[in-house]
């Protein structure tokens, strides 16, 4: 599992998506274009959403509760 802060990776997914427009801007095939654009906005949907992630919850081994990490 990916332990990144949430804010890196959300800049890590709008790296990515900006990566994928750029490479859709050369491609000459429409169809593949398409696709590629909307990886692209998959991916700014992913960084979004990371906005919102709860964070895992480390368990203390000594009482046995729960706490955000």
């Known amino acids: 599992m990916d332990s990144a802060p949430p804010e890196r ?3 890590d997914y ?3 998506a900006q990566s994928i427009r750029a490479m859709a801007s ?3 095939n429409s169809n593949v274009q398409e696709q ?3 990886i ?3 991916y700014d949907k992913l960084a979004d959403l990371s906005a ?3 964070p895992p919850l ?3 081994s000594t009482t ?3 706490e955000a990490v």
């Open 26 to 28: 050369e491609i000459k």
């Open 64 to 66: 046995g509760r729960s």
């Open 40 to 42: 692209a906005s998959l």
């Open 9 to 11: 990776k959300r800049l």
């Open 14 to 16: 709008r790296q990515e």
């Open 52 to 54: 919102y992630a709860i």
């Open 36 to 38: 590629l654009l909307l």
């Open 58 to 60: 480390k368990i203390e």
